[in-house]
């Protein structure tokens, strides 16, 4: 990802030549204090200042009321120094919020995660040109053009389908021309559609749920789980390979490397694991 | 379709003996001329009639620009009288109007046909509650339901991927739950993936496009396709089918007919072609 982030600091720095004075402005609101969310602001305000662009960390307490979180997107849509802004999911309140009212709360114009209705109906209907997509799907899409295969034609799977993740998946692979399958938890044949894809982009939530045998060889595998995984499956887990992490993946990943260096031994060429 | 329309008629008889001298108001906007769109407008207002509906027609002419246009969905989300309304499309004018912006530009509480973005937003994550559906898309799911086959876990495959047709099809059926794939003009495996569909929706737009050999045995057929067949070719179909209409369908009916009399002699079942 070093590669997208010098070229945004680029644009940054033509845009502040171009208008002296000007400075991109982003505002993350938080509501509580998740750990997870808490780890990803952190990241996401360092990239933000390694850009040059201005951020701003707005934390509402967990006892803010919907009312409350709305009141402040008001204040963020009408702010002319804040060009975009994060509403950080899952919102850690101890009152009820309807995520999806503060979502579509966002002024379309600002809603850079895209988590917006609007947005979400402009990438379903393929007007990419037109709207913003959300940052998971955007970084997977980044990681497939790196490697240099072509998208259209091609088959692709997506395991899973919910508003940040497998939906806008989905969208951008079907926008870019691949022959696109959603499978999710009703799915009956998940092993089937997997030894399909040429692409598989997995957004299940479930650790080690698809198996390394399943998959097609060449294919292109993006793995999106973070997972916890239970303490006794990881002793486990450790014993077969030590530098496992306590978030786990949601491929079996000792069965997709024994199947890599497979590959790489008998069938040379592309077979990319991000 | 009989069945849908008792069903709302019954429902407006409620509504008005809920609320004496309520009535359910709908608006057709046209703009133009065009036979095919004088056609289905009429069937719309026939149908409205039948059910209780007041519905108005409103006709500019094919000079409107985008303004006038404009102009007039203004006036009808602010009419009280109008519950709904529907800009028929394709728009007819000899001045350059922006479909997107029209379509947009409907207040998403009386876009009955669903073609906002807002609307498509939430089709296309799963608010099937909470907007309207494009009625192409809406009616064929309706004639799957009729079949009485359990769409959840079954594989479905939509040619097409139109915000009218295609794309909202893929919605409602991986919404209720079938592992959707979505095929266009850039799919390079058309017949494989035809011949997985448990249900097959083609909205293609060229006619006899699907063979029906490539269909899977047992699997609900349903063939959006108006297609205008040239005379030379219909001359040659009308030989080998005197019942060939001069609207073509987009799979080669002969050969599905030949496979339907093969299927009902030798493997009885659900075999259902709309
Ligand atoms: N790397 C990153 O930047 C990010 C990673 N994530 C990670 O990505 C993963 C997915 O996140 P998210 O989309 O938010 O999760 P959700 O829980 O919202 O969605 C999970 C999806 O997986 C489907 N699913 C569940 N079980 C199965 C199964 N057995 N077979 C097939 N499909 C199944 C669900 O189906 P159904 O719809 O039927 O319930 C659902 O669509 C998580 O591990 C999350 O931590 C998330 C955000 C960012
Ligand atoms: N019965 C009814 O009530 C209605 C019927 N219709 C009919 O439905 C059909 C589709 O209409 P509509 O969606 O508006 O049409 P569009 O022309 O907007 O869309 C056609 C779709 O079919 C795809 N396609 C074209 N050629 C091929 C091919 N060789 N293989 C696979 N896919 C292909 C196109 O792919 P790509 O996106 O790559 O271009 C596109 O997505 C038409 O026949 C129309 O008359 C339409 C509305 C109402």
Redesign the pocket.
Known sequence: MGQVRDRLKQQVVEMTEKFPGFRPGLAILQVGNRDDSNL?INMKLKAAAEIGISANHIKLPNTATEADVLKCIASLNADPAVHGFIVQLPLDSNKPINTEKITNAVSPEKDVDGLSSINAGKLSRGDLGDCFIP??PK??MELIRQTGVQVAGKRAVV?????????PMHDLLLWNNATVT??????ST?AEEVGKADILV??????E?VKGEWIKPGAIVID????HVPDTLLVQNTQKNPAQRK?DR?IDMSTVESAQRFLEKFQPGKWTIQ
């Open positions: 990803y940052c998971t970084g997977c395991i899973g389908r919910s508003k940040i993740v497998g939906a959603t499978c999710h938890s009703k799915t998940l997995v957004a299940a939530g479930r650790a749920m999106c789980g973070i997972n978030f949601e």
